[in-house]
């Protein structure tokens, strides 16, 4: 069974920067996609990135190019997001999850998520 497991989440300033860790046990697949989405008070769950394992291809929602990098370690058992320049919109439970197949199909495997607020 997949786990996932966000950490890395707090309390930061407008302007600032956190990086999210997403920690995966029990990953046994040849071609999988981890994506970071992300649900803000009130309003619906959203993509902001992922990456696909078989190239190494990116994608970015256009509210955060530029501003955060999806990353992996030599492993590939933990996923990064690294936020840069945070502004108070991004303020939301962030999440990791995963999918067998691609980006661009449904995610499979979800985390618990980690809170991010951006406040002064």
């Known amino acids: 069974q997949l786990q996932l497991v966000e950490s890395g989440g707090g309390l930061v300033q407008p302007g600032g920067s956190l990086r999210l860790s997403c920690a995966i046990s029990?990953?046994?697949?040849?071609?999988?996609?981890i994506g970071w989405f992300r649900q803000a008070p009130g309003k619906e769950r959203e993509g902001v990135s992922c990456?696909?394992?078989?190239?190494?291809?990116?994608y970015y929602a256009e509210s955060v190019k530029g501003r955060f990098t999806i990353s992996r370690d030599n492993a590939k058992t933990t996923f990064y997001l690294q936020m840069n320049s945070l502004k108070p919109e991004d303020t939301a439970v962030y999440y990791c999850?995963?999918?067998?197949?691609?980006?661009?199909?449904?995610?499979?495997?979800w985390g618990k998520g980690t809170l991010v607020t951006v406040s002064s």
């Open positions: 029990g990953l046994t697949l040849d071609y999988y996609a």
């Open positions: 999850a995963a999918s067998r197949s691609s980006c661009f199909t449904g995610m499979n495997w």
């Open positions: 990456i696909s394992s078989s190239d190494g291809s990116t």
